[in-house]
C-alpha cells in the first residue's frame, strides 16, 4: 500500500475519533407555523459569568437573527424579518445552553444558522452550525433513521450533536470501504 493512503487513512481515523475537530452543521426540521429550538451549547462544568459572553445568532456573515451583548439582549440590529420571533433562554445561559427559539417558522426561515458564542475574558470563540430544513403543514415528511440492522426510527426535530458511538460505527464503516477500495 502507498504510504500516502496510509497516511490518509491514519488522518481521517483520527478526526473520527476526535469529533470535535471537524465542525459539523446540525439539521433540524420545523413545520411551517411552529416553533423551532435550534440548539447551541457549550460544555462547561461550572456556572459562566454570562456578562463575559457575547452570542451572535447570524444567516451568511451579514443577516442578524439574534444579538446578545454585555449580558443582555440587543436586538435593535436583528433584522426585522426576525422581529419578535427569536429568544434565547435566559436562564439556562450560564450552563452554557445558547439555543434559539425561533417562533412562527416560515418557508423563507430555511437555511443555515450560525451561532457564536465570544467570551471577552479568555479571548476564546466557539461557533456552531444548524441547517433548518422546513416543510409545510400539508406536506410534512418524517426523517427516517436507518440504523445498519435495518430498524428504522423517527429522527427528532433538532438531534442536536451525533452520538460519539454513531460516529465511530460511521467513520468505521468509511474506513473498511476506503482499506477494501485501495486494496
Not at 416560515?106 to 467570551?119: F, G, K, L
Not at 460505527?169 to 468509511?174: A, N
Amino acid at each position: 500500500m502507498n504510504r500516502e493512503y496510509v497516511l490518509w487513512i491514519l488522518s481521517y481515523s483520527l478526526l473520527c475519533f476526535f469529533p470535535g475537530a471537524v465542525p459539523h452543521t446540525t439539521l433540524c426540521h420545523a413545520v411551517s407555523g411552529d416553533t423551532a429550538i435550534l440548539p447551541c451549547t457549550i460544555k462547561t462544568s461550572e456556572k459562566l459569568n454570562i456578562s463575559n459572553y457575547d452570542i451572535y445568532w447570524q444567516i451568511n456573515t451579514s443577516v442578524v437573527v439574534h444579538l446578545f451583548y454585555n449580558g443582555k439582549d440587543l436586538l435593535k440590529y436583528q433584522s426585522r424579518r426576525y422581529h419578535n420571533r427569536t429568544r434565547l433562554f435566559l436562564d439556562q445561559l450560564e450552563r452554557g445552553n445558547f439555543s434559539l427559539m425561533l417562533s412562527g417558522v416560515q418557508p423563507a426561515d430555511e437555511d443555515v444558522y450560525t451561532c457564536i458564542s465570544r467570551n471577552k475574558g479568555t479571548k476564546t470563540k466557539d461557533t456552531y452550525q444548524v441547517k433548518l430544513k422546513v416543510s409545510s403543514p400539508d406536506n410534512q415528511f418524517k426523517e427516517r433513521n436507518v440504523s445498519p440492522f435495518g430498524q428504522t426510527q423517527d429522527l427528532p426535530n433538532c438531534p442536536g450533536d451525533a452520538n460519539a458511538l454513531d460516529i465511530l460505527v460511521l467513520c468505521s464503516h468509511f474506513l473498511m470501504v476506503l482499506v477494501v477500495w485501495i486494496l
